[in-house]
């Protein structure tokens, strides 16, 4: 004998508990029947609402992010950033970096930087499945992972990750300390503005979003030892934001 709730009575259950109405099964996806031309419009008007309110939005993210538990840092550009990341390094006595493959590191040369300070710095790509396994286990011997952001949204002060082939996730996750470098151009204000940019995506890759978004929204945190919070066990202990304040 099952003692299983139906879906169709839990589903009301919830609805109930949220005070909504059954709507179309199709209601939930409505968006993605949005034309690209209309998301397009969307788009134009978020980044230039992001654009004209930029220094307000830039501090937003900071002030956010910094409740959020991030080491938030300002930097007037790319040798500010890296001196804070050397900075880092030399104070944790890290011997050795993983690095995302990201945008940012064009105009934030990480690798020379560290190499410098007798860092190793290096990328944590892979062809093959075998080369996943060795990038897994340096990761797991690297006391910093360093990512740029796709997106970084102001709302939550969370910093988003999207997959790339052969890059290793890991990268934020497996080593103890993480520093997300942002770009000032990456930064959106709200999570619907997310929402709306990863949708003109889908459609300017022929219907693919990718397997996952990686939400960064500050250390790693779990209640699930005798209810109490505890940092670092899932994830990162320590997360680092160096915020660039120029496009």
Known sequence: ???????ADFLASVRDALGREAGPPAAAYQHLLES????????????????????????????????????????????????????????????????AESAVFSAVPVDAALAGAGVVCWPA????????????????????????ADYAIA?????????????????????PVHVAIVRAQDVIDTLDDLFVLRRLEYHSDGGDMGSYLNFISGPSRTA???????????????????????E
Do not use: C, F
Request: hydrophobic share 40%.
């Open 155 to 175: 709302e939550t002060g969370s910093v988003i990750v999207l997959p790339r082939r052969g890059l290793s996730r890991l990268v934020s996750l497996l080593p």
């Open 1 to 7: 004998m099952s003692l299983g709730i139906p879906s």
């Open 125 to 148: 790509v892979y062809d093959a499945d075998r080369e996943r396994d060795a990038v897994r286990r340096r990761l797991a011997e690297s006391g910093l992972g360093i990512t740029g």
């Open 224 to 246: 699930d030892i005798e209810q109490t919070i505890v940092v670092g066990v899932h994830g990162p202990r320590e997360v680092h934001l160096v915020l660039l304040d120029k």
């Open 36 to 99: 690209a031309g209309e998301l397009e419009l969307q788009a134009a008007e978020i980044r230039r609402r992001n654009a004209g309110d930029l220094p307000l939005l830039l501090d937003k993210m900071a002030g956010t992010a910094a409740l959020r538990g991030w080491n938030v840092q300002r930097a007037g550009g790319g040798e500010d950033a890296l001196d804070y990341v050397v900075s880092l390094a030399r104070r944790l006595g890290v011997e050795s970096a993983a690095r």
